[in-house]
């Protein structure tokens, strides 16, 4: 994937807690790894931003290991569902974890990390052109993964590395985790190139990641609406940070408002803000908005990145040609996922979508050739950045209550839980936020006397966003 | 409403949580609710309650229930 060799003396991850990692001391992990590891296989790599976590990762990819990326903070009930379907022969954990594992045994440790073997020998085949697992929906604890492959990572992050114009002096500093698709293309891109991750668990509320910040001179960050939201809660505006050099925003869209905002603070400092569109699907990134369009094309999304193609369909399949018609959002390229993973039994498969993504995104483009998002055809929010599908977190619910009459609908960052019961309300709502591990605010319930539905018994969703202003 | 009442108050609304967990030893990501995206919800909370706008510094120096009290008190001239 990368070639770290050329790099030797470049610092790869400076952590928080002062943990330092050349390339060559990458080099040393991927040795060591492949030494402990035997064979191809799959491993459960619980991730904080952690030096460990990083050099692991850089570790299972170099040694053709299969890595599974989940968070460390996961809910543990949805974890050992994960472990129960998957049955991964190693796991990679901070190493406080090791020991609530039964059935693993420590094999292996760097940085703060151990890897654990699995008693029980594995009983499944992995397709040799995949290169790594992730999680799609937030965390709703659907066990369904994206099957992303060698080509797909490594073609998404060159592209990346080419239109950020990124270079070796490149300090980026984690603000997303790293088994966000977003965040990991972050990690991939920057190891093309020889640069330095700045890894931290602290988040931007935090004044540990300013002052790490500011003593190492990170160059950037990415962020998703939410975190946008919080550096204008900030007045980031105001901050003195001298050694920014571009920030990139994904993982939903801006306000028109915040995007404004921020493209002109960018072009007021003399840095870069790049709004860029992306799926986990698409391993990560399909498009970006060129900074020096920020201003001019305020509410775009862009155009596609190098080697990807973009274009709409209308309902009846007809491609669009014409500009300001809506139609759904497809994209074409290397970094199309090779399909999904539910079980072990399909991680054998090979590629199933040859390089064609329906995105589910409603989307239009100007005469320029520059894309808006305007809509979805899917029923899912984008919370915090997350991917949340409404028809999972009624299913969940359903299956939980028995008997329940729900149904869920709401706008980004806030879902709405409707209900029969009031009774219900409180412990439905806990319920949710427990299982996604997003924070309540994003939540709340609305007491219907029935829930809508149509003849057949199908619920009337269109029904339902009419309480939505209301709430 | 004493300056106290509207500081808890503030902890409650803010981040959704009950009034018996608002006390000394409360700090930033002790519990789920106050994580980055409950900070913000707290800190509007407290803007509005003492009709105030707080400083960057201030935001993300204000870890714990305790620390909050003091950057108030010291830096917003609010009595507890």
Known sequence: MWDFRQYGDNTAIIADDATQLTYVDLIKVIEDMGNAVYGRCLVFCLCRNEAGAVAGYAAFIENKVVPVLLNAGMDRELLDNFLNIYRPSYLWVPSDMEDIFEGFGAVYCAYGYSLLKNQIEPDYELNPELCLLLTTSGSTGSPKLVRQSYKNVSSNARAIVEYLELSCDERPITTLPMNYTYGLSIINSHFMVGATLLVTENGLMQKGFWNFFKEQGATSFGGVPYTYEMLDKLRFYRMDLPSLRYITQAGGKLTPRLHEKFAEYAQDKGIKFFVMYGQCEATARMGYLPADKAVKKCGSMGIAIPGGHFMLIDDKGREINEPDITGELVYEGDNVTLGYAECTDDLIKGDERNGVLYTGDMARFDKDGYYYIVGRRKRFLKIYGNRVNLDEIDRMIKSHFDGIEAACSGVDDHLTIFLTNEKLAEEVKAYVVDKTGLNSVAFNTFILNEIPKNDSGKTLYRELEKYLELN | ?80
Request: without cysteine.
């Open chain 2, 1 to 80: 409403m004493s300056n106290l009442e509207k500081y808890i108050n503030a902890f409650v609304e803010g981040l959704e949580i009950d009034q018996e967990l608002v006390k000394e030893g409360l700090e930033y990501q002790a519990i789920p609710q106050w994580d980055s995206v409950g900070h913000m919800g707290l800190i509007a909370a407290l803007e509005d309650a003492f009709d105030i706008m707080m400083d960057t510094d201030d935001i993300i120096d204000f870890s714990s229930y305790e620390k909050g009290m003091e950057i108030l008190s010291k830096n917003y001239d609010i009595e507890f």
